[in-house]
């Protein structure tokens, strides 16, 4: 029992010893008592492109002078120290050379930047408790301007170190972060991981990653030590912020800083005192412990416009003949700008004095706005009774589907809306199709649990069994669709095989935007039961759906092969149309191609007999753009029935950046029922099929209401003797794509906002004509957009004020158009896509103002021109369009 007794009173005393001696370890800076220790200190801030400007960079340099004398140390713990500093003798200019006429700092002074009362509170000293080389508490004066006491923390930052190895969680100017040290003799190597910093401001961003903007980090300080003191401090923080779909377009934050020990004299005795709180009353009653914890800063834009004022100047770029130009996205950019600034009664002005042709597009930008007061605004200016405002209600629930950060807010709006009096029937659709794309970005942030959200997702779930109302179960159907909710599966699964097609459609399709992962073996089941027909007859759309289902859900070996033999035992023309969706996997190395080519290494399915089919459908995939930064791919599936008619054309474009994928535009065109136009006979299975053309559109993942052309015969009839040619709009509008907000805390104590906004004008149109005199039927989706995106980083101290805008900007447009005649058979069928030449605009901008008033703004530009194309498709096609333009002369 004794030799226990010793052994346990031995090992008490060596981990009291290793504890003790692990404080030492720890310890940060020890100043002596009675000394005065003096350095210079310098911080410097650098706003630029991300490779650099011929010009240098916007920014500034503060230098100054600092003291630092010991107060009161604990009798008890050398290392626990309370500390003053002294800032004097402050400087600032310009960061990098320029002509005096170029400099907004020319002919100032630091006075006269500062003026006397920011410039009296700098330089009142300041005390900060330090705690084995950390912070404990930082005590300065609650009426001082927050700029000033961030200028403060970051002199504070410089001082907090440990002279061991290791990582630590610590609190300083930067927020709550993660820190790694690494101590050698005599130097010390603070390396920051700036992702895990936790600050009170959080930002927003797209949920997209194609359309977001991506942020690099870094802070490195070292410190030089002699006999465990702060000879140097030398720090260096980059942030670099690039745009992910056009990496060119990024700007850059360099922050350094620099302590420097230049001399030493004899200083201030030590303060008497039981403890830190009563040393700090006995200095000044007026001290208090601040927290070292960054504040928020309260910037005013002193002389800017109000939101009235910034629509009266940019509401002539707003007009609907302008919408293809840049002009009006980028009007549309500063205008969203503005109204997030802006209070509920500003922004109702505005609503309420726009001219007729502008109003959409305002109601575009105050609900792409996303803040409370735009909301609020919205809701009280539309009438969701009134059946005749369908125009200014859809581009409201657009804008809401597109929003980059939607909140329970939003969808509580819009589900008050679906519950209460909608005037139109197409209004009731699309508030349930949007919020169902609502449910997926809210579910995507992890918001999914909500109140709302449970609620919303409830609703869309129980909806398609809820109704025998075809109109309703389509839109149900939809807004799962767009939700992509995996509780959804087993719902889209059964109406997969639903006897209406359209309900077979919307549901095959939504089933082919799950991830892969998500395809179960009975989905798989069902689906390939409707491919083949297993339990029903299904129509030729219907079948081609379920086809694109199996071979994007990687499919198994039996199930390709199945897929090839039922080559040659399809209707005429979807024997062609699968045929050419075989080759066009094998051609374009989809994920697929590797199945496919083993199943046909078998001579019963890859024979003469089933790959010389003949037919007009085609399927056509190839690249748009191949880019480091972006790759974008459009495909062209296009079914026609026996009798040579359209029965569906599907064109998609897909944009794939940083691993992930985009699907920025579907634009599907069907028809079914128009046989006894040219007295055919229907396919099996369509015979008794309502004559029906329409287009569904999906823009940026989000699957919007589909738009009829006409429906029954009597329609048909009616619209075809008053077909002008004239495209049928479906989505006209200004669309805010990227948007990334954030506040970047430096270790200096400045702060960097960085604003990237993406703006879209789109304009898509399509028609379908048909002559029965020129046997000739002609189909076109005309897309037309302008797009600009620009970043902004600023640093505004509230007297001094710097930036830099990085931006681009493009016009562009895309056709599509097929031509059938039907006047001999086989019919002639010729594909067109083309892309006209377009300009893309690169800006580069920097500015500086100063709290007199006194700016100075240089802008850079460069532009080139992007010749256009026509995209190629398959040989067949241009042998085709060959004889239809020769026979049309």
């Not at 377009?249 to 030493?264: D, E, M, P, Y």
């Not at 005649?821 to 920097?846: I, T």
Request: with cysteine; net charge positive; proline share 3%.
């Amino acid at each position: 029992m004794f030799s226990l007794a010793v052994f346990l009173l031995c090992a008490a005393t060596s981990v009291a010893a290793s504890a003790k001696g692990a404080a030492a370890a720890a310890a940060g800076p020890r100043l002596n008592n009675n000394q005065l220790y003096k350095f210079s200190y310098t911080t410097e801030l650098l706003l630029d492109k991300a490779r650099g400007s011929k010009e240098g960079s916007a920014g500034y340099r503060i230098s100054s002078d600092v003291n630092i004398n010991l107060v009161r140390r604990d009798p008890s713990n050398k290392d626990d120290q309370l500390i003053q500093l002294a800032i004097s003798n402050v400087q600032i200019e310009p960061v990098s050379q320029r002509s005096d006429r170029n400099s907004v700092l020319h002919g100032s002074t630091t006075e006269s930047i500062l003026g006397k009362t920011k410039l009296a509170a700098l330089t009142k000293p300041f005390l900060v408790h330090l705690k084995n080389g950390k912070t404990k508490a930082f005590y300065s004066y609650w009426a001082e301007p927050a700029t000033i006491k961030n200028l403060k923390r970051g002199i504070t930052s410089l001082l907090q170190f440990q002279t061991h190895t290791g990582k630590v969680v610590e609190n300083d100017v930067s927020g709550r972060c993660t820190v790694q040290y690494q101590a050698t003799e005599g130097q010390v190597t603070r390396t920051k991981i700036l992702e895990t910093c936790k600050t009170s401001e959080i930002g927003f961003t797209t949920h997209s990653k194609v359309l977001g903007v991506s942020r690099k980090s870094s802070s490195v300080t070292v410190f030089k030590l002699e006999d465990g003191f702060i000879q140097s401090a030398v720090a260096e923080e980059t942030h670099s912020l690039a745009v992910d779909a056009r990496r060119s377009t990024a700007a850059k934050i360099v922050s350094r800083q620099t302590l420097l020990l230049v001399g030493k004299e004899a200083g201030p005795l030590e303060v008497a005192g039981k403890d830190v709180a009563g040393v700090v009353k006995s200095i000044d009653g007026k001290l208090a412990a601040v927290g070292i914890v960054p504040e928020k800063l309260k910037t005013q834009c002193k002389g800017c416009p109000s939101l009235f004022e910034h629509w009266q100047a940019v509401k002539k770029q707003l007009e609907p003949a302008s919408l293809s130009k840049a002009t009006a996205p980028r009007s549309f950019l500063g205008l969203v700008q503005s109204i997030r600034k802006a209070s509920k009664d500003e922004i109702l002005k505005v609503l309420k004095n726009a001219s007729k042709t502008t109003l959409p597009q305002v109601v575009d930008a105050v609900t792409s706005s996303q803040t409370p007061a735009s909301l609020d605004a919205m809701l009280e200016f539309l009438n969701f009774t009134d059946g005749k405002g369908l125009v200014l209600q859809e581009r409201f629930l657009y804008a809401c589907g597109f929003a980059s950060h939607p909140n329970e807010r939003m969808l509580q709006a819009l589900l008050n809306i679906a519950k209460g009096k909608i005037g139109s029937t197409d209004i009731k659709e699309s508030v349930v199709i949007i919020m169902g794309a609502l449910v997926r970005k809210m579910c995507l942030k992890g918001s999914c649990d909500l109140p709302t959200v449970v609620q919303v997702k409830k609703m869309i779930l129980e909806g398609p069994e809820s109704t025998q109302v075809e109109s309703e179960v389509q839109m149900y159907l939809l807004a799962l669709k767009n939700s992509l909710l995996p509780e959804a599966i087993p719902i889209l699964t059964k109406f997969a095989e639903s006897e209406v097609g359209s309900y077979s459609i919307i549901a095959l399709t939504a089933l082919e935007r799950y991830d892969v992962s998500l395809i179960n073996p009975k989905v798989k089941q069902t689906v390939n039961r409707v491919y083949h027909q297993n339990r029903r007859i299904y129509e030729k759309n219907v079948r081609a759906a379920a086809a694109d289902v199996i071979l994007s859900s990687n499919p198994s070996y039996i199930e390709v092969k199945n897929l090839l033999l039922s080559i040659g035992n399809l209707p005429h023309e979807m024997n062609k149309y699968m045929l050419s969706k075989i080759q066009d996997i094998l051609r374009f190395q989809m994920p697929a191609s590797k199945i496919v080519r083993k199943a046909l290494e078998d001579m019963i399915s890859h024979n003469y007999d089933r790959f010389a089919k003949v037919g007009s459908s085609s399927a056509f995939s190839g690249f748009m753009a191949k880019s480091p930064d972006v790759t974008s791919t459009y495909s062209l599936d296009i079914l026609y029935s026996g009798s040579g008619i359209l029965r569906r054309s599907n064109m998609n474009i897909y944009g794939s950046s940083q691993g992930s994928m985009l699907h920025g535009l579907q634009v599907a065109i069907e028809a079914q029922g128009l046989e006894s136009l040219i007295a055919a006979t229907a396919d099996e299975g369509e015979e008794d099929l309502e004559s029906f053309a329409g287009m569904s559109a999906l823009l940026f993942d989000v699957q919007l209401r589909p738009v009829t052309f006409f429906k029954g015969y009597s329609d048909l009839m009616a619209k075809m003797f008053s077909m002008t040619g004239e495209p049928m709009n479906v989505v006209k509008g200004l669309i805010l794509l990227t948007d990334h907000s954030e506040v970047i805390q430096l270790q200096s104590g400045l702060k960097a906002s960085a604003e990237f906004q993406g703006g879209l004008a789109i304009d898509i149109s399509g028609g379908m004509e048909i002559s029965l005199w020129y046997r000739e039927s002609k189909t076109s989706v005309n897309n037309r957009g302008a797009l600009v995106v620009t970043g902004n980083v600023t640093v505004d101290m509230d007297f001094l004020r710097t930036g830099v805008e990085v931006s681009f900007e493009t016009e562009a447009s895309l056709d599509f158009i097929t031509t059938v005649q039907f006047s001999e058979y086989p019919f002639l069928v010729c594909m067109q896509m083309d892309k006209a030449g377009f300009p893309v605009s690169d800006y580069f901008a920097r500015y500086d103002s100063v709290s007199s008033g006194k700016s100075i703004t240089s802008r850079k530009g460069k532009k080139q021109h992007v010749p256009g194309s026509e995209f190629p498709l398959h040989q067949e096609n241009s042998n085709m369009c060959k004889r239809v333009f020769e026979s049309s002369w």
